[in-house]
Nanobody, 122 residues
Framework: VQLQASGGGLVQPGGSLRLSCAAS????????VGWFRQLPGKEREGVSC????????YYADSVKGRFTISRDNAKNTVYLQMNSLKPEDTAVYYC????????????????WGQGTQVTVSS
């Protein structure tokens, strides 16, 4: 499966963005999908994950209550709605997939998309 992340941009603190992770080459129904972020020189951080079918989700403590992950299997796309954005949310965001939810949570996905830059600044 190939993953394409999009939706990043420049937003002021307190603003919102919605990231999209579109899949091709396979049906996304078969995969759990996660969002990760990384700053240059820093370790990659897991942000949120969603399971294949039962709706289970995971959120990092730093984004709980502000970010919401969802999926539209008919559109073969997973979304990350980001509200109340803070400067510390600035990073390159990646989506990734694995058929096992816990492998995605652990950052051991076997399919990765290219990143999309999110910059939160006034």
């Amino acid at each position: 499966v190939q993953l394409q992340a999009s939706g990043g941009g420049l937003v002021q603190p307190g603003g919102s963005l919605r990231l999209s992770c579109a899949a091709s080459g396979s049906t996304l129904n078969y995969f759990a999908v996660g969002w990760f972020r990384q700053l240059p020189g820093k370790e990659r951080e897991g942000v949120s994950c969603i399971s294949r079918s039962d709706g289970s989700t995971y959120y990092a403590d730093s984004v709980k209550g502000r970010f919401t992950i969802s999926r539209d299997n008919a559109k073969n796309t997973v979304y990350l709605q980001m509200n109340s954005l803070k400067p510390e949310d600035t990073a390159v965001y990646y989506c990734a997939a694995h058929n096992n939810f816990f492998m995605v949570v652990a950052g051991k996905a076997n399919y990765w998309g290219q990143g999309t830059q999110v910059t939160v600044s006034s």
